[in-house]
Each structure stands twice: as structure tokens, then as C-alpha cells.
């Protein structure tokens, strides 16, 4: 008999004497492992994270724990109704459709009723990020273009071809912000959060055309959590890396660890929304380059102030396509770009990444249909009220516009640094200035600076809150205001530290403890169901 391999000599040995029903069993046994095994490989959810979601299933079936928590959801609840009804006091609800039309009077007294209902005076500045300028003339332009525009429908190509010219230009516009070459390319989309769901459904489909089946996005854990939507939608796992815990920026070691077989793209922020630090993105793509993975770059916020900042005087890390790695970059013409909200541009670096991002319907009986981003039908005036924006306040007055920001950002810095109590995360790196307290509980700080009016975001792992500087806020008086009731609030707080914290605030601080995450899920569920509460009469007595 000729000699056996090594291998097949030691499989040999392991079913010595066995009968023919054993073998059968522990062969069938040991794929059934490897199946099992693979799967948890491939799995969304790491091992742990799903045993502990397991454990608080089991734990919410126990009867006392669950009359427990719907108790207390139903209290939730009524508080959500509650704030609604107080929000919507005095205006009418209307449930049924008016037998005869309203005047177009009427109509314009009832949207300004709708329009003055909220808690925040916006106008003034005391909003952090949400209104990001606060001028009538562009303001005017837009709203021009788009009542001119506002029933054009960019997918009938052939009857409004106008409209997707101004797309193609506002994409080209973009991309030459970017340092895009020739062969760059993208689409306008509604939103930064389409967008994002935009470029990872483009590689995910790009991994599956080179047969990686269970795809996996690598992101910053601060990064924008549109990424977590869009994994959810296109059923993407994600692996979700540290930043370091002093400048808040991605661990580029932990990026390089955390690539593998599945990765089908990896994803820096140039800033990140919540801290308003800029990841590494010249050493992410290194990393891009060096195991041929696309890197996409979320300037969804910062990207119309990055572009400009340079030109404006102020210091901005390269982060664009002028980086090789730099496959594809978001970002929103609806923030810093001004336009009116609806609009935001993804771009590629090659024709091949935006093909991934279309959708193909060869045999629909109402014939091949084709299109480029989420929406069949599109706002063609939306497009056009941001062709319409770029167009009027053109380069000379971004270039000023983000200066004016830009010096108001770093003045809130440089002043919230001298604050005794408190101290700024990282180094911001456009607009966002994240501050927190190693002597008081921040939250309460932020409450007390939400009774004096201001609206800042609440901030958590780790905790704080940040202002995103707009022009709004480069009217005069607004950063000395909000400096000086900062500091006011940091010594009120470093006088009463330990105290219990109350107040709305308070809340993320809460919620940041609750371990069985489900609840703060649900919890979240009812806050949305109430966004579309109408107040039913009795509600007074909630
Ligand atoms: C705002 C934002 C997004 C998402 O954009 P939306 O327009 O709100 O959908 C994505 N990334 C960052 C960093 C953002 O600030």
C-alpha cells in the first residue's frame, strides 16, 4: 500500500475502530460546527452583543420586570403627548379635509401660525447647526428658482432636460471643490443621510461583483449613524472602530487591524458630526490604498466650509480626492452649502462606482426603468433651487462667508478653553465645538444653558454637548452671549456639583446608563410615534 499524506494518516487514526454509524455521526457533527461557527463569523452582531440582547429578552419575559417597564412606558408616553400638546397650544387641529378650500390668505396666516410654534428663537442664533444662514436675498434666489421649478421631474430626461443639466453642473461644481478629476463623477440626492446610503450601496454592490458575500463597512464609532441606517437597509454588517480618547479622532492602527476578506469599504469623517474633529483621512487612505479598499470621505457637514477654508486663511488637513484612497465623498449642499434643505451631492472618483449606485429594472411590464439614487420621481426644484443658490453667491462670498464662521468657531474655542470646568474635545476642526466637564455633571450645564435659550446637542460615549457655529451665529453679540452664558453656567455648576441633575437634559445622561439598549430603542420609538400626535380634546388634562 502506498504511503498516506500526513493529514489523511491522522484523520485515519481518529475513526480507528469506530463503526461505520459513528463515523457517519461525527463527520455530519463536525460540518454542522464549521457551519455554526461560520455563521457567528459572519454574523451583524458580535458573540456578545447578541448573548446580552438574549439575556434582556429573557429578562423583559419575566413577569414583574415587564409590568415594571410597561408601567413606566406608559408614563413615557404621556409625557411625550403632553410636550406635544404643549407645543401645538392654540392652533388649530384639523383632522378632515376642508369641504371647500381655504384662501390662499388663510393658507399663508395658518403656515406662519405652524411656523412660529417651536420653543427656540431661531433666528437669533440660539440654535446650534439647523439653520445655516439667515439671508434674505439667498433666501430669495432660491425660493424663485424653485417656485419656477417646483413641478419639474428630472426623471422624465426628455421633457426637463434643463434640470439635468443644472444637476450635472452642480456635481461638477462640486467635484471641482474636491479636486475631482475628469472621470469624477456623482449625483444630487435629498439628503446627506441618501448620500451615504448612496455610496455604500455602491460598494457593497461593487464587493458583491467581486464575490464577497457578507460585506462589512469599517466606520469610526463617531461616525454619522446615516452609515448604521444604511447598513440596516442594505443588510451591511459594521465594524465599528475606537477613536482615541483625547484627540477624538479614529485609531488608524485599530482601522488597519479591523480590514479584512469582508471589507467593502472603509469611511472617515472630515469633520464628524458630534465631537467636530476630522479623522486621519491622508492615513486612511494609505490604508485604502494598501489593501485596495474604497475609503469614502463624510464631508456631509464640513465639506462646503473645508473646501472654502483654505482660500479663507484657515488651516484644513488635505481630506478630498487629492488623496489616492479617497474613493468617494458626501456632502451637503443643504448645510454649508445653503441651499434649501432637500438637497446634498455624492461623488466618485470613477463612472464604474456611480454604475454600483443605480438600480436596473430590465423586465417591469411599464418598461426598463432605470434610476440613479433612492427616489423614482425627484424634486426637480430642488435641484434647481440649489444650481440657483451656488450660482448667487458664487465663490468670492463662500470664501467669506466660511471666514466669518470659521473666526467665530475659533473664538468660541479659544474662549470656552479659558472656562474654569470645563474643557473642548480634540481640536475642532471647521464649525463644531464639543465641550464636556471632568468637575460637573455637563448636563446639567446644558440645561441651565437651555433655560437661557440656547439649543445645543447633547452628546454621549463620552459625554457632552456641542454648538455647530453657522452664520446665524456670526451676527453680532451671538458668541459673546453664548460665552458668557457658558460661563456663567460652568461656575453655577462648579458651585452645585454632585447635585442630582434635572431638566430634559438630563435625560442623555440617564439614557447613557440604561444597559438593556432595547428600552432606549423603544423608548426612542415613542418619541417619533408622538412627532405625529394630533391632540385630541381632553388632552388639557394629560
Ligand atoms: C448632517 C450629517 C449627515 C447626514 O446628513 P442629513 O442631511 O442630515 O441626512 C451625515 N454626516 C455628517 C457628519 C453630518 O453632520
Same mark, same amino acid.
Given at each position: 500500500?502506498?504511503?498516506?499524506?500526513?493529514?489523511?494518516?491522522?484523520?485515519?487514526?481518529?475513526?480507528e475502530g469506530?463503526?461505520?454509524?459513528q463515523?457517519?455521526?461525527?463527520?455530519?457533527s463536525?460540518?454542522?460546527a464549521?457551519?455554526w461557527?461560520?455563521?457567528?463569523y459572519?454574523?451583524?452582531?458580535?458573540?456578545?452583543?447578541?448573548?446580552?440582547? %438574549?439575556?434582556f429578552?429573557?429578562l423583559?419575559?419575566?413577569?414583574l420586570?415587564r409590568r415594571?417597564?410597561?408601567?413606566?412606558? +406608559?408614563?413615557i408616553?404621556?409625557g411625550?403627548?403632553?410636550? *406635544?400638546?404643549k407645543r401645538? /397650544? @392654540?392652533?388649530?387641529?384639523?383632522?378632515?379635509?376642508?369641504?371647500n378650500g381655504?384662501?390662499?390668505?388663510?393658507?399663508?396666516?395658518e403656515v406662519?401660525?405652524?411656523?412660529?410654534?417651536?420653543?427656540?428663537?431661531?433666528?437669533?442664533g440660539?440654535?446650534s447647526? /439647523?439653520?445655516?444662514h439667515?439671508?434674505d %436675498?439667498?433666501?430669495k434666489?432660491a425660493?424663485?428658482?424653485?417656485?419656477q #421649478?417646483?413641478?419639474?421631474?428630472?426623471l422624465?430626461?426628455?421633457?426637463?432636460?434643463?434640470?439635468n443639466?443644472?444637476?450635472s453642473?452642480?456635481v461638477r461644481?462640486a467635484?471641482?471643490l474636491f479636486?475631482g478629476?475628469?472621470?469624477?463623477c456623482?449625483?444630487i440626492?435629498?439628503?446627506?443621510?441618501?448620500?451615504?446610503?448612496?455610496a455604500?450601496?455602491?460598494?457593497?454592490?461593487?464587493?458583491?461583483?467581486?464575490?464577497?458575500?457578507?460585506?462589512?463597512?469599517?466606520?469610526p464609532?463617531?461616525?454619522?449613524?446615516a452609515?448604521?441606517?444604511?447598513a440596516?437597509?442594505?443588510?451591511l454588517s459594521v465594524?465599528?472602530?475606537?477613536?482615541?480618547?483625547? #484627540?477624538l479622532?479614529?485609531?488608524?492602527?485599530?482601522? =488597519?487591524? /479591523?480590514?479584512?476578506?469582508?471589507?467593502c469599504?472603509?469611511?472617515g469623517?472630515?469633520?464628524n458630526?458630534?465631537?467636530?474633529?476630522?479623522?486621519?483621512?491622508?492615513? $486612511?487612505?494609505?490604508?485604502?490604498?494598501?489593501?485596495d479598499?474604497?475609503?469614502?470621505?463624510?464631508?456631509c457637514?464640513?465639506?462646503?466650509?473645508?473646501a472654502f477654508m +483654505?482660500?479663507?486663511?484657515?488651516q484644513?488637513?488635505?481630506?478630498?480626492?487629492?488623496l489616492?484612497g479617497?474613493?468617494?465623498i458626501?456632502?451637503?449642499?443643504?448645510?454649508y452649502g445653503?441651499?434649501p434643505?432637500?438637497?446634498?451631492?455624492?461623488?466618485?472618483?470613477?463612472?464604474?462606482?456611480?454604475?454600483?449606485?443605480?438600480?436596473? +429594472?430590465?423586465?417591469?411590464?411599464?418598461?426598463?426603468? @432605470?434610476?440613479?439614487?433612492?427616489?423614482?420621481s425627484?424634486?426637480?426644484?430642488?435641484?434647481?433651487?440649489?444650481?440657483?443658490?451656488m450660482?448667487?453667491?458664487? =465663490?468670492d462670498r463662500?470664501?467669506?462667508m466660511?471666514?466669518?464662521? !470659521?473666526?467665530t468657531?475659533?473664538? *468660541?474655542e479659544?474662549?470656552l478653553?479659558?472656562?474654569?470646568?470645563i474643557?473642548?474635545?480634540?481640536?475642532? /476642526?471647521t464649525? !463644531?465645538i464639543?465641550?464636556g466637564s471632568?468637575?460637573f455633571?455637563?448636563?446639567?450645564?446644558?440645561?441651565?444653558?437651555?433655560?437661557?435659550?440656547w439649543? $445645543?446637542?447633547a452628546?454621549?460615549?463620552?459625554?457632552?454637548v456641542?454648538?455647530?457655529?453657522t452664520?446665524?451665529?456670526?451676527?453680532?453679540?451671538?458668541? %459673546?452671549?453664548?460665552?458668557s452664558?457658558?460661563?456663567?453656567?460652568?461656575?453655577?455648576?462648579?458651585r452645585h456639583?454632585g447635585?442630582? !441633575?434635572?431638566?430634559k437634559?438630563?435625560?442623555?445622561?440617564?439614557?447613557?446608563?440604561?444597559?438593556?439598549?432595547?428600552l !432606549?430603542?423603544?423608548?426612542?420609538?415613542?418619541?417619533?410615534?408622538?412627532?405625529?400626535?394630533?391632540?385630541e380634546?381632553?388632552?388639557e388634562?394629560?
Amino acid at each position: 500500500m502506498s504511503e498516506r499524506p500526513q493529514p489523511l494518516k491522522a484523520i485515519n487514526r481518529l475513526f480507528e475502530g469506530k463503526e461505520p454509524w459513528q463515523i457517519v455521526t461525527m463527520t455530519a457533527s463536525s460540518v454542522l460546527a464549521i457551519v455554526w461557527a461560520h455563521s457567528l463569523y459572519n454574523a451583524k452582531d458580535s458573540v456578545t452583543t447578541r448573548m446580552r440582547r %438574549e439575556f434582556f429578552r429573557w429578562l423583559r419575559q419575566v413577569p414583574l420586570v415587564r409590568r415594571k417597564i410597561e408601567e413606566k412606558m +406608559t408614563d413615557i408616553k404621556q409625557g411625550f403627548k403632553k410636550d *406635544v400638546v404643549k407645543r401645538l /397650544a @392654540g392652533v388649530n387641529i384639523r383632522r378632515e379635509l376642508p369641504e371647500n378650500g381655504l384662501t390662499a390668505e388663510q393658507i399663508r396666516e395658518e403656515v406662519m401660525d405652524h411656523l412660529h410654534l417651536g420653543a427656540y428663537d431661531w433666528k437669533s442664533g440660539n440654535v446650534s447647526g /439647523a439653520i445655516y444662514h439667515l439671508n434674505d %436675498e439667498i433666501v430669495k434666489v432660491a425660493c424663485e428658482a424653485y417656485s419656477q #421649478t417646483a413641478y419639474t421631474n428630472p426623471l422624465h430626461a426628455d421633457v426637463f432636460p434643463g434640470i439635468n443639466k443644472m444637476e450635472s453642473e452642480v456635481v461638477r461644481m462640486a467635484v471641482n471643490l474636491f479636486h475631482g478629476d475628469a472621470q469624477c463623477c456623482g449625483t444630487i440626492t435629498t439628503g446627506g443621510t441618501e448620500s451615504i446610503i448612496m455610496a455604500c450601496k455602491a460598494f457593497r454592490d461593487l464587493a458583491y461583483s467581486k464575490g464577497i458575500s457578507n460585506p462589512q463597512i469599517v466606520v469610526p464609532t463617531t461616525v454619522h449613524c446615516a452609515f448604521d441606517k444604511a447598513a440596516q437597509y442594505l443588510g451591511l454588517s459594521v465594524k465599528s472602530v475606537r477613536v482615541d480618547p483625547d #484627540t477624538l479622532e479614529v485609531d488608524v492602527d485599530a482601522v =488597519r487591524r /479591523a480590514v479584512g476578506r469582508r471589507t467593502c469599504l472603509i469611511v472617515g469623517s472630515a469633520p464628524n458630526f458630534p465631537y467636530g474633529t476630522m479623522d486621519n483621512i491622508a492615513a $486612511l487612505s494609505d490604508i485604502a490604498i494598501e489593501y485596495d479598499v474604497p475609503l469614502h470621505v463624510d464631508a456631509c457637514l464640513g465639506g462646503f466650509l473645508a473646501a472654502f477654508m +483654505t482660500q479663507a486663511g484657515h488651516q484644513v488637513p488635505v481630506f478630498d480626492f487629492r488623496l489616492p484612497g479617497v474613493a468617494s465623498i458626501s456632502a451637503d449642499t443643504h448645510k454649508y452649502g445653503y441651499a434649501p434643505k432637500g438637497t446634498s451631492v455624492i461623488l466618485y472618483r470613477k463612472p464604474e462606482y456611480r454604475h454600483h449606485q443605480y438600480t436596473v +429594472t430590465t423586465e417591469w411590464p411599464g418598461g426598463v426603468y @432605470g434610476s440613479p439614487t433612492v427616489n423614482g420621481s425627484r424634486a426637480g426644484g430642488l435641484i434647481a433651487a440649489c444650481w440657483a443658490t451656488m450660482m448667487f453667491v458664487g =465663490r468670492d462670498r463662500y470664501v467669506r462667508m466660511t471666514d466669518e464662521i !470659521v473666526r467665530t468657531a475659533r473664538y *468660541v474655542e479659544d474662549e470656552l478653553r479659558k472656562i474654569d470646568g470645563i474643557f473642548v474635545f480634540g481640536k475642532p /476642526a471647521t464649525s !463644531v465645538i464639543a465641550f464636556g466637564s471632568k468637575k460637573f455633571d455637563i448636563f446639567q450645564m446644558a440645561d441651565l444653558l437651555h433655560k437661557k435659550g440656547w439649543s $445645543l446637542n447633547a452628546l454621549q460615549f463620552p459625554s457632552g454637548v456641542h454648538i455647530c457655529i453657522t452664520h446665524a451665529h456670526t451676527q453680532a453679540g451671538v458668541a %459673546e452671549r453664548f460665552v458668557s452664558d457658558v460661563s456663567a453656567a460652568a461656575a453655577h455648576c462648579g458651585r452645585h456639583a454632585g447635585e442630582p !441633575v434635572h431638566g430634559k437634559m438630563a435625560i442623555y445622561g440617564v439614557a447613557q446608563e440604561i444597559p438593556d439598549r432595547s428600552l !432606549v430603542s423603544d423608548i426612542t420609538k415613542h418619541f417619533i410615534d408622538s412627532m405625529y400626535y394630533l391632540p385630541e380634546p381632553g388632552d388639557e388634562n394629560l
